[in-house]
């Protein structure tokens, strides 16, 4: 007789999108557990800017799902939800300092007019930005609506609120799916579970050889403290969102971001590199960063660097994430491949995940955009039944 599962669900990673999906199983009822080979917020969940932000998202899909996720965000920080408290509203600014940034912007207000809210402008000119921006920039947007988290911040509060089984640190080894269940190796056991939530970021690849995810490390920059509140909300240089919609754009002018935290430090990011090596230290991509910063926001030039760290992003070849049960096991659901996104788009997925997991529709009116990051996209033989 099959052994009867140990678990309705188990969340593979303990990330900020493994989060959210094991809140929203719990939420069902759902017996759930939670397993990382470290620990909470290991990997990207804990190495990231916090952004939970639609302007910086490319047209089209990648848009309109970070659009639903920042307006569902912000019913889960509303009173009893699990980011109460974690994830803030506060304004932001996109900044140009050439024509075709400034074309950039006119796209980006055209794109945030388009989606129809949360965000959306409150200004836009020369002089739109904060007092203190450096006077190389021609031409700002000022929008309201978005908002931060950090992302070690966001995890602790799910897993808190979900309670759920975590095992940690455990790493899995091997998955075997058949009519019944999933049964999960780990290194000193194996479990038996209904379904699987497969969020591992970087390492999916470990267990789901072939998946074209690739690590692309960005590296960011803590200041010291300034007095708190001299910078209001990010600012963002349009040759971000040019960098994301098309070229990377001239190394000497990389697409940095300036975020005040409430400590009154600044962080200031990211580069993206083709590599995996969040220990390897790159002092020329650092200095370029930082005098990006300075020229933005020029009292940046009174502050002093306390930290540099980075973390790896899981990249996929045409630029979505890969969310959706296994052609050959659905039983198993992968949430992986956010690259630079997971952050904003962890709320909509966990809740999208766990709607799979149950085998019930996804939200009405995402069908489509939802079913644009199915794992089935990268497989042969569904591509040529096409
Ligand atoms: C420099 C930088 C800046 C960023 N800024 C932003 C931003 O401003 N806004 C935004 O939205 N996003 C941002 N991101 C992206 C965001 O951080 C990621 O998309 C997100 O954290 C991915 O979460 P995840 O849960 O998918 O993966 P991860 O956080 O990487 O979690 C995967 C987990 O799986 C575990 N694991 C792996 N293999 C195994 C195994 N075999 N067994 C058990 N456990 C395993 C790992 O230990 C890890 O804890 C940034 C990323 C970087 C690097």
């Known amino acids: 007789m099959a052994r009867p599962p140990d678990y309705d669900v188990a969340v593979l990673g303990a990330g900020i999108v493994g989060a959210s999906a094991a809140w929203h199983l719990a ?25 939970v932000s639609v302007a910086s998202k490319k047209p089209g899909v990648m848009a309109r799902l970070a659009n639903r996720s ?27 300092t050439s024509p075709a940034e400034e074309q950039a912007l006119g796209d980006l207000v055209a794109k945030i007019a388009a989606l129809g809210g949360p965000a959306r ?71 038996r579970v209904a379904k699987v939530v497969a969020a591992l970021g970087t390492s999916s690849t470990a267990l789901f050889p072939g998946l074209p995810v690739t690590p692309r490390t960005g590296q960011l920059v803590v200041t010291d403290r300034a007095p708190p509140g001299s910078l209001p909300g990010p600012l963002t240089a349009a040759s971000y969102l040019v960098a994301k919609s098309a070229s990377p754009g001239a190394p000497d002018k990389p697409p940095v971001v300036i975020d005040p935290l409430s400590t009154g430090q600044f962080l200031i990011g990211s580069s993206r590199e083709e590599h995996g090596d969040c220990a390897r230290t790159d002092f020329a991509t650092v200095r370029r960063l930082a005098a990006r910063a300075a020229e933005f926001w020029p009292a940046l030039r009174a502050r002093h660097v306390v930290r540099i760290f980075a973390g790896v992003r899981a990249a996929v070849s045409d630029g979505l994430p890969i969310v959706g049960p296994l052609t050959q096991s659905p039983r198993v659901v992968l949430a992986t491949g956010f690259e630079g996104d997971g952050i904003c788009l962890s709320g909509l997925m966990g809740r ?22 199915s794992p089935a996209r990268f497989s042969r033989r569904e591509a040529r039944a096409r």
């Not at 759902?30 to 916090?50: E, F, L, N, Y």
């Not at 799979?356 to 069908?367: D, K, R, Y």
């Open 27 to 51: 939420r069902r009822g759902m017996r759930v557990v939670v397993i990382d080979a470290s620990g909470p917020a290991a990997a990207a969940s804990g190495a990231s800017d916090g952004a």
């Open 70 to 96: 920042l307006a569902y965000t912000r019913r889960l920080a509303e009173a009893g939800g699990p980011l109460r408290g974690v994830f803030g509203d506060r304004p932001s600014y996109y900044l140009a």
């Open 121 to 191: 402008v409150t200004a836009d000119g020369a002089k739109a930005g904060p007092d203190g921006v450096g006077p190389s920039v021609t031409r700002c947007v000022a929008l309201a609506g978005e908002g931060h988290m950090l992302g070690y911040a966001a995890v602790a509060a799910y897993l808190a609120q979900a309670g759920v089984d975590r095992l940690w640190p455990v790493t899995v080894e091997a998955l075997e799916a058949d009519d019944a269940g999933v049964t999960v190796s780990l290194t000193d056991r194996n479990l």
């Open 352 to 373: 999208e995940v766990a709607a799979m997991v149950a085998g019930e529709a996804v939200s009405a009116g995402a069908e489509a955009d939802i079913a644009a990051l």
